[in-house]
């Protein structure tokens, strides 16, 4: 209790549930890109997801939850900052002052707003359901997830919407890492340099690779 009632302790709880959500996003793109190889890949990927069945929830509501632990310290974190900065710390102070650390409430939102819209659309597919993956089988029977998605993104407006989001989670990322190892205590101030750079990369090539698939399939790289 005490843990959670001070900043640090805040952070801390921060750290692990971005750590559990980052992972999640590393997984989902490698599931997602799948995608540039064909249909085969993708539908044998969800049919995969889905045969979990109450496994498969077990993991939704432990990465909803932490999704929601993560937004309400996030805020209550920003709050604080703002009424007491006497508690920030030095190197805070110089990770804070990129335009990435900046805006992190504001990265947040804006994923959160697109996580609400991209369950309605993929999750719930109540958005251009005539695409939906359950209404549309593909030649094996399962559930067209390829085709959901490549007519979903032959909308430019939607492709941008995406390309949008991505952007803002590559810059929460590119400061977030380096805000979680920091906070886990996993660099010192000499490695600190390197951690900056190797969290912005990893961000930068998590923005590249969710990008690539809009913009492959607004181009007909990808799809049929
Ligand atoms: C180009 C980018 C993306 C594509 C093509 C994509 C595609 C999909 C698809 C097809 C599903 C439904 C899977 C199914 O139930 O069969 C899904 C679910 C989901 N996506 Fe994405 N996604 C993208 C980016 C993201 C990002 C950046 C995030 C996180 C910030 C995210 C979070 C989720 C979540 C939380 C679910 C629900 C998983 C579940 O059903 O348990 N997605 N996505």
Same mark, same amino acid.
């Given at each position: 209790?005490?843990?959670?009632?001070?900043?640090?302790?805040?952070?801390?709880?921060?750290?692990?549930?971005?750590?559990?959500?980052?992972?999640?996003?590393?997984?989902?793109?490698?599931?997602?890109?799948?995608?540039?190889?064909?249909?085969?890949?993708?539908? #044998?990927?969800?049919?995969?997801?889905?045969?979990?069945?109450?496994?498969?929830?077990?993991?939704?509501?432990?990465?909803?939850?932490?999704?929601?632990?993560?937004?309400?310290?996030?805020?209550?974190?920003?709050?604080?900052?703002?009424?007491?900065?006497?508690?920030?710390?030095?190197?805070?102070?110089?990770?804070?002052?990129?335009?990435?650390?900046?805006?992190?409430?504001?990265?947040?939102? !804006?994923?959160?707003?697109?996580?609400?819209?991209?369950?309605?659309?993929?999750?719930?597919?109540?958005?251009?359901?005539?695409?939906?993956?359950?209404?549309?089988?593909?030649?094996?029977?399962?559930?067209?997830?390829?085709?959901?998605?490549?007519?979903?993104?032959?909308?430019?407006?939607?492709?941008?919407?995406?390309?949008?989001?991505?952007?803002?989670?590559?810059?929460?990322?590119?400061?977030?890492?380096?805000?979680?190892?920091?906070?886990?205590?996993?660099?010192?101030?000499?490695?600190?340099?390197?951690?900056?750079?190797?969290?912005? #990369?990893?961000?930068?090539?998590?923005?590249?690779?969710?990008?690539?698939?809009?913009?492959?399939?607004?181009?007909? !790289?990808?799809?049929?």
């Amino acid at each position: 209790m005490t843990l959670i009632k001070n900043m640090v302790g805040r952070k801390i709880v921060m750290s692990i549930t971005g750590l559990a959500l980052v992972s999640f996003v590393c997984i989902h793109l490698l599931g997602n890109i799948s995608l540039f190889s064909g249909p085969d890949g993708i539908n #044998a990927y969800a049919k995969m997801l889905h045969s979990l069945g109450p496994f498969l929830w077990v993991v939704r509501l432990i990465m909803a939850a932490a999704l929601g632990l993560h937004m309400v310290f996030g805020i209550l974190l920003t709050l604080e900052n703002r009424t007491s900065r006497a508690q920030k710390y030095a190197v805070n102070k110089h990770l804070s002052a990129t335009v990435a650390g900046k805006n992190m409430i504001w990265t947040g939102l !804006l994923i959160a707003l697109y996580l609400g819209y991209h369950l309605l659309h993929f999750t719930g597919q109540m958005i251009m359901p005539e695409f939906s993956s359950s209404r549309n089988l593909d030649a094996l029977g399962r559930p067209d997830v390829f085709s959901m998605v490549v007519h979903s993104f032959q909308h430019t407006v939607v492709s941008v919407v995406y390309v949008t989001a991505m952007a803002a989670v590559g810059l929460h990322l590119s400061h977030g890492l380096q805000s979680m190892v920091q906070t886990l205590g996993l660099n010192n101030e000499r490695t600190l340099p390197v951690m900056v750079k190797v969290g912005a #990369a990893a961000a930068l090539v998590l923005f590249l690779g969710y990008a690539a698939i809009p913009a492959g399939i607004v181009s007909r !790289l990808v799809g049929r």
